[in-house]
């Protein structure tokens, strides 16, 4: 079956580099996505990954895919406090809904 | 102007009552979701339909009930509330047309059962 998982929380200063990792385990996944949800609010699409890629980058967002071990993560450079909100891995396999992860708890230290 | 509303935005209710949460979208899209957020559980699938005459069940439909009245609307009902219905719940849509195959997700609305 479809599992995504995720560490709940995650502690970083402003300024420093998060990185939050994500596994999942089908190997079917055509995408992979990072939705960012701030507080009171929806899930909002941050960046997705297409399954025959590597790496990804948009500005400040990096994202690595490792297919072998079915690992995902995401490194937000130069992190600030605006960037504190819970992100979801989610992965597709391009007709079925998304499954998501529990999702990770970014908390941003001034 | 949202492309994805809900409403209502908040609802108090009391065990054994029935509720109803709306979902309309102008984006024209076919597929339409319902999840719920739970503190640690992240969003589980309730029920979702890829087009007005489909309707299928998701990870815990138990309890609920959909209707998709038009491509544009998709409402969940709670036939009988109960407290461990208490939650946050989001509507989504997406395009299978679409590159990215993401979805799109209302505001959300914050359901208190009593």
């Known amino acids: 079956g479809e599992d995504v998982e995720q560490s709940l929380f995650l502690s970083v200063r402003e300024g420093d580099s998060s990185v939050i990792n994500c596994t999942y385990t089908d190997s079917s996944s055509t995408y992979l996505y990072w939705y960012k949800q701030e507080p009171g609010a929806g899930l909002q699409l941050l960046t997705y990954?297409?399954?025959?890629?590597d790496m990804k980058q948009d500005q400040r967002l990096t994202v690595l895919l490792n297919k072998k071990d079915k690992h995902l993560s995401l490194r937000i450079a130069d992190t600030q406090t605006g960037d504190s909100a819970i992100y979801f891995c989610?992965?597709?396999?391009?007709?079925?809904?998304?499954?998501f992860g529990k999702g990770t708890r970014l908390s941003v230290i001034a | 102007d949202a492309d994805v509303t809900q409403t209502p935005r908040n609802r108090i209710t009391k065990t054994g009552k029935r509720i109803m949460l709306e979902c309309s979208q102008t984006?024209?899209?076919?597929?339409m979701y319902w999840y719920r957020q739970d503190p640690g559980l992240g969003l589980r699938l309730i029920y979702y339909?890829?087009?007005?005459?489909?309707?299928n069940k998701g990870e815990i439909s138990d309890g609920y009930s959909v209707s998709r009245q038009a491509q544009a609307k998709f409402s969940l009902s709670l036939e009988s509330a109960i407290p461990n219905q208490t939650a946050l719940y989001f509507c989504a849509t997406s395009d299978p047309g679409l590159a990215s195959s993401e979805q799109f997700f209302g505001p959300g609305t914050r359901l208190t059962v009593l």
């Open positions: 990954i297409f399954s025959n890629m």
């Open positions: 984006k024209g899209h076919d597929r």
């Open positions: 989610a992965e597709s396999m391009g007709n079925t809904p998304l499954v």
């Open positions: 339909s890829f087009d007005v005459k489909d309707i």
